[in-house]
């Protein structure tokens, strides 16, 4: 059974689908239900008992506390919660003020983290659980102009590996999915600044290279799918799943560097 948030569009609408392919049962969540993809109101409409839309802004506390309560008094369980509701901003660091670094986090980060406190219990006591967090190849990068999206990920980052080795004892996993650009409305609603004059020559080069980057992104969102699923199924998880064309393809030497760091919580815990 596999709770996803922010299945309105783009990888969260895929995502729920192929789980509801492989067998899931699934509550695909988002703020309005009523906006959700014909897509998934066709699986729910053929499949009512297994699959269920339901309403969850991440930023609200009564509104996670619901989602998880109707999750449970429907499938009883919650073997996999997917954090992939998300928003992005371009900007400076001067000129992003601090309710939208605020607006970001609360997303992003605290949103996503509220929701694992709210199901930790419950994958505790079933013995099992695997959390897939969705990050971004951002998280790794630091792009300039973005220092708010690539914070609030690089943070997202580092709670899902301290995460997984504080509760794989219990048989619950956490992965990061680190995707790279596709097409999806992200960018569309992206909360963007316009450069004030000291930064505008550079953010302006800075935003016609991501532009162009994000004009040629990939428009199936298959790997991003595929990396979900193997991130929930793999007996021994990776940290990260990368999925995508540029600039992921630079990942995999980087990712095999860190992956000793993993080793470094697991000795402190004496779990090695
Ligand atoms: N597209 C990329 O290139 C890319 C690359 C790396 C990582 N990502 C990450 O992938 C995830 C999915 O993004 P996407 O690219 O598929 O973009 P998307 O199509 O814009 O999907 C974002 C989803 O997040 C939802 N959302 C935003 N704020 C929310 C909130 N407060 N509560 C609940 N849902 C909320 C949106 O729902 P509403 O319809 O309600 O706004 C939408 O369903 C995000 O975490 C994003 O950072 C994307």
Known sequence: MALITGCSSGFGEAIASAFASEGYEVVATMRNPDNAPESLKAIAAETPDSFVLAPLDVTDAASRQAAVDLTVKRFGQIDVLINNAGIGARGSLEDTPEALWRKMFETNLFGPIELIRLVLPLMRE???GRILNVT??????KTPFMGAYCGSKHALDAATIALDTE????GVRAVCVMPGPFKTSLPANSLDREASEPYAKIAATFNSTFDGMEAHAPEDFTPVVEAALAAAHDADPDMRYPAGT???KILPPILEALAPLRKI???????D
């Open 167 to 170: 509760t794989r004892s219990f």
């Open 246 to 248: 540029e600039p992921v």
């Open 136 to 141: 971004s190849v951002a998280a790794l990068l």
């Open 126 to 128: 079933q013995g099992a």
């Open 265 to 271: 919580g697991l000795h402190l815990t004496g779990q």
